[in-house]
């Protein structure tokens, strides 16, 4: 059998929220390793990774069991994450994301950022039973679906990471896919309209010339720029809070699509603090 060369997975988490099973978490350690995948974090676990049913289906990656990283919530999952790919494995009509196929968009988690050097990324796989939420598909910048016969759609857990495992193994390393236009209505899609060409720039590698020495923001930097976005869209009265997270959900897509830097997510929080500033003030003079 023919060895395959890996490149650029060092980096890449397998990320698994609240597995609940123990032979799941075990096969998936084999095939991590089966592949040249090293790290494992674990979200909550609801079993014991280090069991003798995970050892048992781990064989000799039980190394990838004992590094296994156990976090409390996705966000620290994400932690210092540049690029995120969520999995699901049911249609979402209450979130507008576009699904892709593993081949078409796992091979983005291992493409150059546009300085050159390779991003911290994360492949998240949801709860056997009901996969992720849609709170926690926010987190993410893409989305994949593995296709699957309509007879039996459903998949088990260890054979989905099997796939991806896969595909990202021998994705095209050069392959940078633009993520599309989620959905939106009304300013919304005149927001998009006039953004996305210079969204696809971002995407391409021809950003502005100041990204060639920028790094690119992680996803815990941009999810505080998010929180202190919609505490101030909510005290001037743009959001209300029975509305805010679908609200919320149409910022996070435009702004994860544009691939920001981490001096851009500065400017743009600088400009909040000040507007929150001028608020308080009662005047709406912003200071020089």
Known sequence: MEKIVNSGLEQIRIVLVEPAGPLNVGAIARVMK????????????????????????????ADLLESAHPVATLSEALTGCQRAVATTGR??????????SPRDCLPWLRSPLSDGTLPAAALIFGRED??????????????????TSEAYASMNLAQAVAVCCYELSIGRQSAVRSPQA???????????????PAINKVAAG???????????ASLDTLEAYFNQLEALLLDIGYLYPHTAASR?????????????????V???????????????????????
């Open 34 to 61: 089966n592949f040249g995948l090293r790290q494992l974090v674990l979200v909550n676990p609801q079993c014991d990774p280090l069991s003798a049913e995970a050892r048992l289906l781990a064989v000799h990656a």
């Open 91 to 100: 249609d979402r009509t209450t979130l507008p994301i576009h699904l892709e």
């Open 130 to 147: 009901s996969g992720l939420t849609n709170a926690e598909l926010n987190l993410a910048q893409r989305f994949v679906q593995i296709p």
């Open 182 to 196: 989620g959905g939106g209505d009304g300013i919304d899609k005149g927001i998009d309209k006039a953004i996305n």
């Open 206 to 216: 021809e950003s502005n010339p100041h990204s060639a020495t920028a790094p690119t």
């Open 248 to 264: 919320m959900e149409k910022f996070r897509r435009l702004f994860l699509r544009a691939q920001l830097s981490e001096p851009e």
């Open 266 to 288: 500065a400017m743009l929080r600088g400009v909040l603090s000040q507007m929150k500033w001028a608020i308080g003030q009662g005047s709406g003079e912003v200071r020089e």
